[in-house]
């Protein structure tokens, strides 16, 4: 391997270590050397890689991030072009998406608010994201909210958001398809006048 694909191969490493160990034990609790240990690369190669946990940390939440993002898009560019219809592909998409690796639910909805400051730039610009997904499917709608829409959006993320720390930190965390049912009717019955 080249010098530059080495450093590739232990980022990407480290990011799979993370992804784990951010999700449990948790970024507060998880060392450097144990990233290190984990990903099988010297205390001296991650910060070739990352400046320090923090750095890492916004890693790992930018990519869950990223990936729930598009596998939102696609499931609402592919759901048909009426509202009702793509609020549940949007929804199931995105609680199915990110539920089925626990991890990825934990650190996106969990951890990200245990982090604290280290995260605000990287959850504002997600949350920024989400909001823009919401108001673009329903832009070219007839359809009008009976509020300004971007504080809409904001808060329907702030409700499917607290729906799924529920399912991330309960001892019997609802059923998926509960929480897709509870937040379509929320976001359906938001666009009611």
């Known amino acids: 391997m080249s010098a530059e694909e080495r450093l590739a191969d232990r980022r990407e490493r480290l990011i799979l270590a993370a992804y784990t160990l951010f999700a449990s034990p948790g970024f507060h609790a998880t060392t450097i050397e144990r990233l290190c240990a984990t990903a099988r690369i010297s205390n001296r190669a991650f910060y070739e890689c990352f400046s320090g946990r923090e750095a890492l940390m916004r890693a790992v939440y930018d990519r869950c991030v990223e990936e729930t993002l598009q596998a939102i898009a696609k499931a609402i560019d592919q759901a048909p072009s009426n509202l009702d219809a793509r609020i549940a592909a949007g929804i199931t998409e995105y609680v199915r998406f990110v539920t089925a690796d626990e991890r990825r639910a ?25 909001t823009k997904i919401i108001e673009g499917s329903v832009a070219d709608l007839p359809v009008r909210p009976p509020t300004e829409l971007h504080l809409l959006a904001l808060a329907l993320i702030g409700a499917i958001t607290e729906l799924l720390i529920e399912w991330v930190i309960s001892e ?21 006048h």
């Open 106 to 130: 934990r650190i996106m909805h969990l951890e990200v608010r245990r982090a604290g400051d280290v995260l605000n730039t990287s959850r504002q610009r997600a949350v920024l994201e989400f």
């Open 172 to 192: 019997h965390p609802p059923p998926t398809e509960v929480i897709i049912k509870t937040a379509v009717h929320v976001f359906r019955q938001s666009f009611r």
